[in-house]
């Protein structure tokens, strides 16, 4: 009976003894895989910024924007201007009126857009596309980049609170920081298609509507003819009629764009709904620097 009590306890003992070892074994792998799975965590989620403020002051990153170029962007849609086009589909109405307010959600695509118009000229075939192609790249690098200087201050009032605004560098295409004198005067207007002063905009009541597409190089004749048009015959900028006309400033301001195969009248006639006569008398409307929203 004795040696049977002996028996039961060592059994008894020997059974504690297995059940620490199981316990003590399996706890540790449980432990490993909690450790990895935070380290994981760490890696992916992005920190948020601390205040509002900080979040309205975050640029994106050139890593970012590459990463978006590469896995998104296709030869199409660049040279399509799609990004830009999507753009103002959403934040600009069919007569022109910008949401500058929703265009502010957006900047990071307007960035995209603009890098990748930075692609396209860094890109040694820029030199070799037609002249069609590269008006329609330096209309919408203009637009594009006169939007994004007024989200870079918005909320404003004009243009013209901003100072100095057509001399500001904020765009690096290639090697060089531009600004939107530099693009209009010494590339734009250079190219001799006087219709590109109802292309561009200025951000503002009087300047020609900014138009809610892209412009491409299939559509360019259309759309130029279309925007020139739409301009002459808009009569909170022009009013004409066979005798008398009187004109936006921006025909004074480049009179001699709109003379190069002939008279400003015979300009006006290629587009005007009404016959102008080569003596009607000439003047100029005030021009609103209003915002255009």
Not at 93 to 113: A, E, I, P, W
Request: charged share 30%; glycine share 2%.
């Amino acid at each position: 009976m004795k040696y049977l009590v002996l028996i039961l306890l060592l059994s008894f003992l020997t059974s504690c003894s297995g059940t620490k070892k199981i316990t003590k074994n399996t706890s540790k792998p449980k432990a490993v895989e909690e450790t990895t799975t935070v380290k994981k965590v760490d890696t992916l989620v992005k920190k948020e910024p601390k205040t509002k403020e900080d979040s309205q002051n975050l640029e994106i990153t050139e890593e970012e924007v590459n990463k978006y170029f590469n896995q998104t962007l296709s030869k199409r849609f660049i040279t399509t201007h799609q990004l830009w086009d999507e753009l103002l589909v959403k934040h600009v109405s069919n007569n022109g009126v910008v949401n500058y307010k929703s265009f502010k959600t957006n900047r990071k695509k307007l960035l995209d857009y603009i890098h990748t118009l930075n692609l396209m000229f860094s890109n040694e075939a820029f030199q070799t596309l037609s002249k069609q192609d590269k008006l329609a790249f330096w209309i919408n690098a203009y637009n594009a980049m006169t939007v994004d200087l007024i989200l870079r201050h918005y909320p404003i009032k004009s243009i013209k609170e901003i100072d100095k605004p057509w001399d500001l560098r904020y765009w690096k295409l290639g090697n060089k920081w531009y600004n939107l004198n530099e693009i209009e005067h010494k590339i734009l207007r250079k190219m001799n298609e006087p219709r590109i002063h109802f292309a561009i905009v200025c951000a503002s009541v009087s300047c020609p509507k900014l138009l809610s597409e892209a412009f491409t190089a299939s559509n360019l004749e259309e759309q130029l003819t279309k925007t020139t048009k739409d301009f002459l015959s808009d009569s909170t900028k022009n009013n004409i009629s066979k005798d008398n006309i009187k004109l936006s400033k921006i025909f004074q301001w480049f009179a001699k764009d709109f003379k190069q195969d002939g008279s400003l009248i015979d300009f006006l006639n290629q587009y005007s709904e009404i016959k102008i006569s080569a003596k009607a008398k000439k003047n100029f409307k005030n021009y609103n620097w209003s915002l255009n929203e």
